[in-house]
């Protein structure tokens, strides 16, 4: 409904009340649409974890960039002994940069202690395979050995947490090797995917020159495709995570840390969000 002029007032300016009445419920209907689908997405752990994901890969990111920023904010004197004197803007970013640096420590604690229930949804997975397999045998072969690595990564890591919060009682040392080997067999889930979607490439590949099956229509190609091409850029963004944190001094600093989460944690949180539309 277009804008209208209230003619018998004389006000060149007016509007009808009616158009403004009609555009505020408009847009609280879309503002209830999104709320919902979001209400959608937060009933599902999946979903939730998603969105903590890119909340903490985002901070992570953020902290050092402010940080940085304040820094250059503030105010060197040429003095005999060098003194930096903080300007309200630099402490007002030092301080959002410490608060982030909190939230995404607090993020990361919430998915540990979610993830304490993961070795559940494994076993389910690994169930499901073992009843309707992969009928390529080696796609099943690298399945299987996911599911493996996973188990142990879950085991790993829940060990790992409950003595983090004093809840057994292995010496830090020991808790120090568990966070380490949890990350190499998460490592070791990305390489098997690589290979894994390297040969469902090839087996597409074969079924689109007629040589294996039947041939798929185009839209089923063009899903597979998308799916495929999604999943491989996953796998590239988190796999320097997985390095990362398998070794003890790590190999990268916050703010790539943060990039290469965030690409991973945003196509995943846009699956999800379509996915309960």
Known sequence: ?????????????????????????????????????????????????????????????????????????????????????????STTLATASNRLRKLASKISDVRMFMRLWGLVGIYKWGAGTLRSPPKDAVVRSLVLAQVAVNAAYQVLENMAYLNMHSLLAFSKRTEGRMWLWSTRCWAAHIVLDFVKLERMRWLRNEKARGLRGLVVSGEEERAARDDWNKAWVCNATTAPLSIHWSLEKGLLDDTAVGAFGCVGAAISLRDAWRGCA
């Open 1 to 89: 409904m277009p804008w209208s002029v209230d003619k018998s007032s004389g006000d060149a300016g007016g509007t009808d009340p009616s158009v403004l009445l009609y555009v505020v419920k408009k847009h609280l209907r879309q503002a209830e649409g999104e709320l919902d689908h979001l209400s959608r997405l937060l009933s599902t752990p999946s979903g939730t974890d998603r969105l903590l994901s890119l909340i903490y890969y985002s901070s992570t990111f953020l902290a050092p960039q402010l940080s940085r920023l304040a820094l250059l904010l503030t105010v060197k004197l040429a003095t005999p002994i060098p003194l930096v004197v903080l300007t309200p803007a």
